[in-house]
Structure formats: structure tokens, C-alpha cells
């Protein structure tokens, strides 16, 4: 049965006698999400239901319920508020949230690029949400423009709320095997692709990902399908002053830091990653802030004149070659005196 059926036949059900599946708003890997109602209280949640063909493998019950559990735990307007977590006798298990209004990063992006202030206050804003997702040990791991929902409160202000902890890494549970790849290539830190340790320092790679879209209204690895693009994540896309010419080079710099295919890199925490990118558009940084530790990659204005300076260095040596040449002929070829 196709995911838009299943999810479909859902609709009017009643779960645990007090949610009833209004609409389907979305759909994921691991279940759909629906807008609900909680009847006792008269008022409108969403209730992500886990997909039936998922509910007999204790890998994706485990991650189910960490998802509901991993989002309680973060004490942030940023994050989607869960209130409740069970199982009903005929659905199987479904976590209950708040019921956002407003549209995904997704709906943002294709509306071409965001201005560079727009596009550091949103990232300044996600990076402060994952600071406190990452004083509790978590790592996000899939932070993509789908999951970050742009809220629009009961005042009409925007909130930005990061969604899907499903595939989160939380340090006191381990729901992946050494070298499992979990995650979406377009968005994913080379580190993760490898299969390699994770940090707090690849939700920043993803992070400075959708900076990258905000400020180019391009994805990254425009053009590439499938798992191509996993080959090319420790080259990295093109270049981000090369698609966007003319910004400040501070906000160049955060921005390359951010995506350095080596974790050691990028910067130390999304604390520091903000305050830098904050700065950039005032002139007020601090260079440190948003420069690679010694022996990381330089900035693109730097690597530029690097490379520019390398023919003049060629054509120096070749003119005093021919000079030291004539010289040496003339010397052996004309009598003295």
C-alpha cells in the first residue's frame, strides 16, 4: 500500500479515545502527521502516528518513542513542544505535539534567496536552539529545511521551531551500529557519511548548510542526484562567494568554517558559530572568530590571492632565468681585453 493511502485510511480515527485524526499534514520515514483534535479539551494538536509496517521492529519503536522523549527533554521555545506519548490498542504508538501554523524552511528556499540579514537572524536563531539542544548530549543528526518550521505565534511573531528528533543521537542511548549511515546525504556532515563519531560539530556542518541555501536560493550540490553526492561531501559545494558575489567577507568566512569537511575545523559550538555570524554583517568581528584553527582551510578571498600570486611568482623566475642565461653566453662568448 502506498504511504499517501495508509495514511489516508487514518483519517476520522479515534486514538486512545480522546485524539481524532482530522487531515494528514506530512508525511516521514517513519510515520505520518496528522492534524488532530484532543476531544475532552476541544483543542487542536498534531499526532504523528508510527507507520504499521514499522511497528513490530524495536530499532523504530526505539527511535519513536526517543524522538518524543529527546524533544521533551530540551527546555526551548525552538523545539516542538511534545505532550504526550502512548500506544493505542488498534494504531499502535503515537506521540502528540503542539500544532504549529506557519511553513516549513522548504517553502522559504523556493521562493528564491533570503537577504543576508533575514538569512543570519534564521540561522542565528536555529544556532540558538541547538545550543540547547546540545547541553543535554544530543545531536540532532538530521537538520534539514523540511525540519525547521517557521512558527507563527498567537501575537503573529515568528518563531522558529526545529521538528524530528527520530534519528537524534542521545548520549545515554546508542540506536545505531558502528558505521550505520542515518541521515539525508544533500544535508549530511562528511563525518556522518562516513560512518564515523558524531559531535555537536555536525549539526553546525548542517546548520551552515542552510545558510548557504538562505543566502544562495540554491541548494547545496545544485545539480547532483542520488549518491553522487555523498562523493563529493569532502570537496564541498561550489563556493559560496562564487554564487553570491559582493557580500561581506566575515559572513564568506562563517559560512566556509561552518561547512569544513574536518569537524576540527568548524567551529567549537553553536554559541561561538552565532556569535561570529552576528558579528559578521556589522563589521564588528573579531577575524579569529571565523578563521580555521592552524592548518584548516582559508578563506576563499585568501586562497584566491594565493593562487592568483602563484603565475606572477612563475613568470619572475622565468624572466631571470633568461637574464642569468644571456649572461652566462655573453660571458663565455666575449673576449676580454
Request: aromatic share 4%; hydrophobic share 40%; with cysteine.
Amino acid at each position: 500500500m502506498a504511504r499517501e493511502e495508509e495514511a489516508s485510511e487514518l483519517v476520522g480515527e479515534v486514538l486512545s479515545e480522546r485524539y481524532r485524526l482530522d487531515s494528514v499534514l506530512g508525511e516521514g520515514g517513519m510515520g505520518a502527521v496528522y492534524a488532530a483534535t484532543h476531544l475532552k479539551l476541544e483543542r487542536s494538536v498534531a499526532v504523528k502516528v508510527l507507520r504499521a509496517s514499522m511497528k513490530g521492529e524495536s530499532t523504530h519503536l526505539d527511535r519513536f518513542f526517543q524522538e518524543a522523549r529527546a524533544a521533551a527533554s530540551v527546555k526551548s521555545s525552538g523545539v516542538v513542544d511534545v505532550m504526550d506519548l502512548d500506544v493505542d490498542p488498534k494504531h499502535g504508538p503515537y506521540l502528540v505535539m503542539e500544532k504549529l501554523e506557519g511553513e516549513p524552511l522548504t517553502e522559504m528556499l523556493r521562493r528564491g534567496k533570503t537577504p543576508p540579514e533575514e538569512s543570519v537572524a534564521l540561522t542565528g536563531e536555529l544556532l540558538d536552539v541547538l545550543s540547547a539542544v546540545h547541553e543535554h548530549d544530543i545531536v540532532h543528526r538530521d537538520l534539514k529545511p523540511p525540519n525547521v518550521f517557521l512558527h507563527r505565534d498567537e501575537k503573529g511573531e515568528r518563531v522558529l521551531k526545529v521538528l524530528d528528533f527520530g534519528i537524534a543521537k542521545v548520549k545515554q542511548r546508542h540506536l545505531t551500529l558502528t558505521g550505520e549511515i542515518v541521515g539525508t546525504p544533500r544535508f549530511m556532515a562528511p563525518e556522518q557519511a562516513h560512518g564515523d563519531e558524531l559531535d555537536q560539530r555536525t549539526d553546525l556542518y548542517s546548520a551552515g548548510l542552510l545558510l548557504y541555501c538562505l543566502l544562495s536560493g540554491k541548494p547545496p550540490f545544485d545539480g547532483v542526484v542520488g549518491g553522487r553526492v555523498i562523493t563529493l561531501l569532502d570537496k564541498g559545494p561550489t563556493p559560496l562567494h562564487e554564487l553570491v558575489p559582493g557580500l561581506p567577507e566575515a559572513l564568506y568566512r562563517v559560512v566556509d568554517r561552518a561547512i569544513a569537511p574536518k569537524p576540527e575545523d568548524r567551529f567549537e559550538n553553536a554559541a561561538s558559530m552565532a556569535r561570529a555570524l552576528r558579528a559578521s554583517l556589522s563589521g564588528g568581528v573579531d577575524d579569529s572568530s571565523v578563521t580555521p584553527p592552524q592548518g584548516g582551510a582559508k578563506d576563499p578571498a585568501t586562497k584566491a590571492k594565493d593562487e592568483s600570486a602563484v603565475p606572477m611568482l612563475v613568470g619572475v623566475f622565468v624572466v631571470l632565468a633568461i637574464v642569468l642565461a644571456v649572461g652566462l653566453y655573453v660571458f663565455r662568448n666575449v673576449s676580454l681585453p
